[in-house]
């Protein structure tokens, strides 16, 4: 998700500094970066000259004190309250008080997150979504804290990005995700219940409501340990039902089928990630 | 009287300052990737060449530096920039609203936003710059020539495409035609080199650079011209189709899976001579290539100088006749080759080209044999000289108005 935040941003034409854990986890980023650029090139969506620029506006780097002189700083690191916060800490050590800082989170609240940093009037919710080169939307969060300020200027950021921002108070799951992980999981549920076949399920979906994808094949895109792990943090806070994972969903990720990350989930996928024809059945 | 001519792109400022009527260039000069740390700002005069790499972030900062080098002791060519009296503006869209170049104001800043919808990637920018211009000089009168304003003669059986009447009511879609600051330019010039009154030629001027159009020319008037509502329309090109199907675009979204973005880069940048060549966009290449013996690349050429041919078919049909066949910009005036096999293509007409005079000739000139019955000429085009002429101009009539004793 941050890859593809940074890959946005840079082919705004501007800057973006990545940091990670370590050198291996850039590694990874820089292969992926340069595949996911490749693809695009490969479907016209950017020129030779437009990767090299792209490529050129991003600095891969393990060291905080790069984050000094960004004017924005969005975390993008795994679905955990403790993590984030802890992340948020991070950033506030080294950038200016003024920094605007964004999580990107689909599920957590900006306002628990907030309570451990320093400034807290300048952190506030910035949800992209997968695949964030294409998916137009961003979900802005507002904190119980969060000036207006902070908000006005997410907002014109998104903007420069050419997205569109839709404003949300703190709420579990936001808009987005509270409609769409109940949705993926009724179709694993439909799945697992035999109702019917995967294909029928996505087919429905996209002709029916003009999905672009099914909810079978974005739970692949999405992973679905993520999938599981965010629907746990809507059951666990709301404690409704409605939010639990399907049990054939936690059998998957115990398997080790995650979707396209690890090329199988409900369906199978090349190197690419683009899906083979056929795939495994229950 | 010292005239500036600015064309500003999103993150690009580009500029020449005359000195009108003598039409002299005193410095041109280039900023480019206005809001970076490391934008450039290059410029040069007969004497001097300069080149220097600071922040600029936006373009009243560009347009400050411009004066500050404008007004620098080392050029020596301006003392304040009180000394400019005028600016004149490259602004591609002017829709239907203007037919000539016009003097700046509120009215006419009106009426190019509203154009911002035709052309969404370049009108913003060309505003940014008279904005700009307002803020660092303000009083200073600006003018803007508009790329579109010289095709607005186009008769509307020409202009319209054959598709629901009501778009063209509701969103002005209709054909409006490019770089006619250019096919002006050159037609102007075709008196001086064939010796002929414009009012009785029909001229077929070929604007072939990165983008390409031709125009179809009646007594000074354009009638016609290749490019549409966008600058995609017409011959094939560096890196743009040019026309195609419809129906193939539906085709290949839907076998493709592109996005509305995808699809318009595919046309837009990925098309044309590099497409169909797989190397590249620009014509030198294209033919270094093909002499190489690269299959594709020959097959690019031809395709190119294909569409052109027809296309001057076109115009031949659409005016009954042709006087003058001109071919201006980078191509236009560089690719002997290209001019030589379009011709070669044109004997039917009684198009003799005179191979010496393409091949060996320099600048403006005729390179057809005497008794050819269409001459053919290369006239170098220079649309800021016709931007400065048409600033100088206004201005003058401007301030001669003001000078008038007051009505009794």
New interface residues.
Partial sequence: MGLGMAETIAGK?LDVILLDQTEEDLERAKDALELALQKRLA?????EAEKKGILSRITMTTEWEHLRDCDLVVESVWEVLEDKAEVLQAIEAVVSPETVIGSNTATLSITEMAAYCEHSDRIIGMHFHYPVV?REVVEVVRGLKTTDRTVAHAEQFIRSLEKTPVRVFESPGYITARLMMPVMNEAVNLLSEGVASKEDIDTAMKAGYGFTLGPLELADRFGLDTLVHMLDVLFRETADPRYRPSAHLRKLVRAGRLGIKTREGFYQYDELGDKLEGGVDL | MNILVVNCGS?SLKYQLFDMPDERVLVKGNVEKI?AEDAIHGYKTDAHEGKDVKPILDHKEALRDVLAVLTSAELGILTSPADIDAIGHRVVHGGEQFALSTVINEEVTRAIRDTYDLAPLHNPANMQGIEAMEAVLPGVPQVAVFDTAFHQTMPKEHYLYPLPYVLYQRYKIRRYGFHGTSHRYVSSRVPHVVGKDLSRLKIISCHIGNGASLAAIENGRSVDTSMGMTPLEGVMMGTRSGDVDPSVLEFVIRK????E???A??LN??SGLYGVSGVTGDMRQIEEERSKGNARAALAFSMYEYRIRKYIGAYIAAMNGCDVLLFTAGVGENSATLRREICENLSYLGVLLDHEANEKGRGERIISKPDSTVTLCVIPTNEELMIARDTHGLVTGLQNRQNLPPMQ
């Fill in positions: 034409g479907k016209w969506g950017i020129t294409t | 993150s809001g493709e899976g592109l996005s973005e995808q699809l880069n595919m940048k990925h």
